[in-house]
């Protein structure tokens, strides 16, 4: 679920995983490792991701 909410919202935004690498200054691999569910974010990319998806993609989504 978590990985759909991220994935749909980065392909809703017509951005690449490395686009938003770049929006969340993490490297891209590091987001094509979220989103095959190999690794999660840390707290603080977490809750970036929340600012930056406005909630569409919210930090406890990692845990359920």
Do not use: H
């Not at 978590?2 to 919202?9: A, E, G, I, S």
């Not at 993490?26 to 991701?49: F, T």
Request: glycine share 8%.
């Amino acid at each position: 679920e978590k990985v759909v909410k991220l994935k749909n919202w980065i392909e809703s935004k017509k951005l690449t995983g490395a686009g938003f690498a770049e929006m969340l200054d993490v490297i891209p691999a590091a987001v094509s490792r979220w989103l095959g569910g190999s690794r999660i974010p840390c707290m603080a990319q977490m809750q970036a991701i929340e600012e930056l998806t406005k909630g569409k993609v919210r930090a406890q989504d990692w845990y359920k």
